[in-house]
């Protein structure tokens, strides 16, 4: 696969295309995990289904422009939005329409992960013009409030997540994608290996992009999502250990129209044997 750049000011936004041609869409990862960890599979099936795909890098990983923190302030910190942003999350839906512009395209339809949902959102109600429709995975309201977010969240995983190794490497990110991983359905222990050792040959996880993200994304002001005009899917899943199904049924209910589906069995991941029903679902 050929790595090609976008530029957005002073970052420059590695991504990758599938498909030569079809509808536009633009996938947007989430919080601290390379554009690799949409499986390579997941987008040669939606070229499959007729769309040519871009994923790409956010700014702080892979092979698009790192940054450093003045501080080390916690990720706590930065969610209740203690901490000073180093860049905005208005920069980050930039790259992602830097993305777009690189490839030629006037708007795309916007599917993004996690973190990457509330930036698909943002993307929606900032540059409406941009986005074709939407689709939010493992999402949460991205207009949702400090404490609204808080109580989106399973608190149980962070106990978890402080008996995983603490060294950035492979066998870290192996044992947090398995930690968030769908617990109805096989955990595809290959492909997360080769992609855990994948992304940390691409580039080390840096710890503190996990806060820098934090800080960006509680400092984006937004209009109400009732300003929503596009056809949209909310994917999540029912044994999500992360966050809760509560916060995709409060986004699919907050944007006129869409359309809300729970996987009994899905995690904080979107598994193989859900791949052809979503892309049969997206708008």
Request: aromatic share 8%; glycine share 10%.
């Amino acid at each position: 696969m050929t790595v090609r750049y976008a530029a957005n000011g002073d970052a420059s936004i590695a991504y990758e295309t599938f498909g030569d041609a079809g509808k536009p869409l633009l996938l947007i990862m989430g919080l601290d995990f390379q554009m690799i960890w949409w499986p390579d599979g997941f987008c040669e099936r939606l070229a499959e289904a007729g769309y040519h795909v871009a994923r790409f890098d956010n700014r702080d990983t892979g092979l698009s422009t790192h940054y450093t923190s003045p501080t080390d302030d916690s990720p706590w910190r930065a969610l209740l939005g203690g901490t000073k942003p180093v860049y905005s999350a208005r920069d980050m839906i930039a790259d992602g329409l830097a993305v777009m512009d690189a490839n030629g395209w006037d708007s795309a339809h916007v599917m993004g992960g996690s973190m990457g949902a509330a930036l698909a959102q943002g993307m929606a109600l900032l540059h409406p013009a941009r986005v074709r429709s939407l689709v939010c995975c493992m999402g949460a309201p991205a207009d949702a409030g400090v404490l609204r977010t808080l109580r989106y969240l399973r608190f149980g995983i962070f106990k978890d997540f402080r008996k995983l190794p603490k060294e950035p490497d492979a066998a870290g990110l192996l044992a947090v994608y398995r930690a968030i991983a769908s617990p109805g359905y096989p955990f595809p222990e290959r492909w997360a290996r080769e992609t855990a050792e994948l992304s940390h040959a691409r580039s080390p996880r840096d710890p503190k992009t996990t806060q820098r993200h934090l800080a960006a994304g509680r400092a984006l002001k937004l209009p109400p999502l009732s300003d929503i005009t596009v056809p949209t899917l909310v994917v999540h899943g029912a044994d999500d250990p992360l966050i809760r199904p509560r916060a995709g049924r409060d986004l699919a209910a907050a944007i006129p129209g869409a359309q809300y589906v729970e996987y009994p069995g899905m995690g904080h991941s979107l598994p193989e044997e859900l791949w052809d029903d979503v892309i049969r679902r997206m708008p």
